[in-house]
């Protein structure tokens, strides 16, 4: 099992970022699929999810209409991707793809997931 994350980077502030998620090893075309973020000295938050048939999106306030989230692929090869526009230096987190059969509504109360990356760095700079 395995979620490899991918296109992380440093980018000026304004700039943008495509995150990928490679999920591969599990049927993840039955798990809801999303991002959570930790800033150093903080925990970790929610940031977006999407339902396993990509019908339904959730952002947390703070992506403020500049991330959008989405996923293709099916049974054992899904990959979503996040696409973050309009970035600025609050947005300087250690980016984690998750997986989970827990509703998406509930991620923004509960991290706990079935299965998570490593994690890619994001880095605004001002």
């Known amino acids: 099992v395995q979620l490899q994350a991918s296109g992380g980077g440093l980018v000026q502030a304004g700039g943008s970022l495509r995150l990928s998620c490679a999920a591969s090893?599990?049927?993840?075309?039955?798990?809801?699929m999303g991002w959570f973020r930790q800033a150093p000295g903080k925990e970790r938050e929610f940031v977006a999810a999407i339902t396993e048939t990509g019908s339904s999106t959730y952002y947390n306030y703070f992506t403020g209409g500049r991330f959008t989230l989405s996923r293709d692929g099916a049974k054992n090869t899904v990959t979503v991707y996040l696409q973050m526009n309009n970035l600025t230096p609050e947005d300087t987190a250690v980016y984690y793809c998750?997986?989970?059969?827990?509703?998406?509504?509930?991620?923004?109360?509960?991290?706990?997931?079935?299965?998570w990356g490593k994690g890619t760095q994001v880095t605004v700079s001002s």
């Open positions: 998750a997986a989970a059969s827990l509703a998406p509504s509930n991620w923004y109360i509960s991290n706990a997931m079935d299965y």
């Open positions: 090893g599990r049927t993840f075309s039955n798990y809801n």
